[in-house]
């Protein structure tokens, strides 16, 4: 795998591989989400590829005090081989450089596998609630 910034042109192979990987919900518009990422810091939205197609992703951010992760995808056919795992290290990496001190994410309920995954990457289960509140609501 290789592993570039994202480019305009994988939009639409990014959205497949979401969809494929049931990420997309009807509430977040992906194409809004992945322009409000390019206007934001697109540094932090890496595409991994095979043979110039895109078969993994990974969106982070960074606001000074936490990094979160979002939108990391392994085309199903290509999970269990590391990809996952690489795609993380490399945002760490960045993020590190950054010095960003901790890096979080969110897991929707009904994953236990998701949640066995990252546990073997290191992470931990926090104990805290997260909030949120739409403040654009995408039409």
């Not at 960003?100 to 066995?116: A, S, Y």
Request: aromatic share 10%; with cysteine; hydrophobic share 40%.
């Amino acid at each position: 795998m290789q592993l570039r910034p994202y480019r305009n042109s994988d939009e639409v192979a990014v959205i497949q591989l979401w969809q494929r990987c049931a990420l997309t919900r009807p509430w977040n518009d992906p194409h809004r989400d992945i322009a409000r990422k390019c206007a934001e810091d697109p540094s932090l939205f890496l595409i991994g590829t095979i043979d110039e197609q895109v078969m993994a992703s990974a969106m982070a951010g960074y606001d000074g005090h936490r990094g979160w992760l979002y939108y990391l995808a392994v085309a199903p056919e290509r999970q269990g081989r590391g990809f996952g795992r690489a795609l993380i290290e490399a945002v760490e990496s960045l993020l590190i450089a950054r010095g960003c001190p901790k890096l979080m994410m969110m897991v929707r309920p009904g994953q236990p596998r998701l949640i066995d995954y990252y546990h073997e990457l290191g992470y931990e289960t926090g104990e805290f609630t997260t909030l949120g509140k739409r403040l654009v609501v995408d039409e």
